[in-house]
Nanobody, 115 residues
Framework: QVQLVESGGGLVQAGGSLRLSCAAS????????MGWYRQASGKQRELVATVTSGGNTNYADSVKGRFAISRDNVKKTVYLQMNSLKPEDAAVYYCNLRNIYYDYWGRGTQVTVSS
């Protein structure tokens, strides 16, 4: 069984920065895509960014140039550096790990951005 534990959320002023971390525990194939999704109140969950085991990244248009995703395969951890935060970035951010065999989710971490 794989567990994903997010950390780093909190309250920040607009224009500020936060760094989210997601540590994976348990056994899983190294060939897995890890990523971040978010869900704002009253909205559907949406992709924020993903990174493959080979380091290829993908970003939602709304965060390009402001957010950066990275992963440490030795530490089994994925990071999301969020800069120039906007009030519309406020949401619960969820960590995801997936490949063709499974799809795991963390419990989420709250990000609040004050204007």
């Amino acid at each position: 069984q794989v567990q994903l534990v997010e950390s780093g959320g909190g309250l920040v002023q607009a224009g500020g920065s936060l760094r989210l971390s997601c540590a994976a525990s348990g056994r899983f194939l190294s060939i897995s895509t890890m990523g971040w999704y978010r869900q704002a109140s009253g909205k559907q969950r949406e992709l924020v960014a993903t990174v493959t085991s080979g380091g290829n990244t993908n970003y939602a248009d709304s965060v390009k140039g402001r957010f950066a995703i990275s992963r440490d395969n030795v530490k089994k951890t994925v990071y999301l550096q969020m800069n120039s935060l906007k009030p519309e970035d406020a949401a619960v951010y969820y960590c995801n790990l997936r490949n063709i065999y499974y799809d795991y989710w963390g419990r989420g971490t709250q990000v609040t951005v004050s204007s």
